[in-house]
């Protein structure tokens, strides 16, 4: 071999080496970045999603009504909030008391699943039914401590007032107690309204951010960057807006069933299952388990009829309403998707669960279009050879 060659040679191993190496590394610095920070991710995520969705509603009211796309955009938005302020005015206090009573019936229900299941040699020591027993009993008073009588008749009686550490430790508890709730309170308001904010930016302006991610790709990648990127938009405004359309059709339907059944506090029960429809398989099973729950108050037969209206429901989510709205969004596998979403809920918890339909429809997009690009060269190279 030539020097030049060799020397060529060794520059090009060199090279890829390094590449290889500094790949590694930045790949390994990815997963541990989104390891510790997956729910700022998934966050940004959830923001992203609604931009998707409020841009899919401009673009479907665009259909009928013409218009530039921020007028569109504030027309959607203006009746999305009256709506919300339409549901919360009107059925605030509906909702509030349905909300109150369901906790109590599920608490109560709990517990009386537990005593069923104990009296029939199951045991339940390894679920915590403690709390909930105590909670769903509100008859029950802790017992008054029994004071001692004086060892003598003279002596005097001692003073009832708690002590200066009895009484810093319980104010210690209850400020502890109360920043914690707060806290909480402005963490999750906070949450959604980061989520707002970055659903109305993505929504406001799609194109800048499009362009924006297209200029961060390598000239020679930005051909097949452009198409990725447009095919990802269009499966998942397509899916957002299947999706809006079945969980509006599952709450509607669970509300009528149930409030013909006679359950107490169907409408939160409907807006609790139509949420719920949003996450695939795990939602439907654990909107029917809520069902089922509360409707054994009101007796057997209720929980029976709730149970056939749960069935029904189901089967018009998968039988009916998916394979007509989603059949051009989405053709997943339902094992391939189940077994996804416990992967990621166990990793990344609720938001890994609640996203990870979205997440798989991205990397299905992905790899479609690279198993397709894949199938294009491998035939387009017979013919190469042979001109």
């Known amino acids: 071999m030539p020097p030049e060659d060799a020397i060529t040679k ?33 966050l940004i995520f959830a923001g992203i999603l609604l931009g998707v969705a409020l841009n899919a509603l401009t673009e479907l009211f665009g259909r009928v009504m013409g218009g530039p796309h921020a007028l569109r955009l504030t027309i959607v938005c203006l009746l999305l909030t009256a709506l919300l302020a339409g549901v919360v005015f009107l059925g605030g206090s509906t909702i509030a008391d349905q909300a109150k009573v369901l906790s109590t019936t599920l608490k109560s229900q709990i517990v009386n699943v537990k005593t069923f299941l104990e009296q029939h040699g199951v045991d339940t020591s390894y679920l915590d039914f403690g709390g909930l027993a105590s909670e769903a009993d509100g008859s029950v008073k802790p017992e008054t401590p029994v004071k001692p009588a004086p060892a003598f008749p003279g002596e005097a009686k001692t003073n009832n007032l708690p002590s200066a550490s009895a009484f810093a430790s319980s104010g210690g508890a209850i400020v502890s107690q109360t920043l914690k709730i707060i806290l909480g309170a402005v963490g999750a308001l906070g949450n959604f309204f980061i989520v707002l904010f970055l659903g109305l930016a993505f929504a406001a302006q799609p194109s800048t951010y499009r362009r924006g991610l297209l200029s961060l790709t390598p000239k020679k990648y930005r051909a097949p960057m452009t198409v990725i990127v447009d095919n990802i938009s269009g499966t998942l405004e397509r899916w957002l807006i299947a999706q809006m359309i079945t969980m509006l059709a599952v709450g509607s339907v669970t509300w009528i069933g149930l409030m013909l059944i006679g359950v107490p506090s169907a409408f939160i029960l409907g807006v609790q299952a139509g949420l719920l429809a949003f996450i695939p398989t795990v939602g439907a099973l654990l909107a029917g388990l809520i069902v089922v729950l509360a409707s054994l108050a009101s007796g057997w037969f209720a929980a029976a009829s709730a149970f056939v209206l749960f069935l029904g429901v189901h089967a ?9 709205l989603q059949r051009q969004a989405l053709d997943i596998p339902p094992a391939t998707l189940f077994a996804f979403q416990i992967m990621l809920g166990i990793v990344f918890g609720v938001w890994g669960l609640a996203l990870a339909l979205p997440v798989l429809a991205i990397m299905k997009v992905v790899i479609d279009f690279l198993r397709e690009a894949d199938e294009d060269d491998s035939g387009a190279e017979p013919v190469a050879k042979a001109a």
């Not at 290889?20 to 541990?32: E, K, N, P, R, Y």
């Not at 018009?316 to 007509?324: A, G, N, Q």
Request: hydrophobic letters at 60%; proline letters at 2%; aromatic letters at 22%.
């Open 10 to 42: 060794r520059s090009d191993l060199a090279w890829a080496i390094s590449v290889g190496g500094i790949s590694t590394v930045a790949f390994a610095i990815f997963v541990v970045f989104a390891w510790y920070f997956s729910a700022t991710l998934f």
């Open 316 to 324: 018009m989510e998968s039988y009916v309403l998916t394979p007509i």
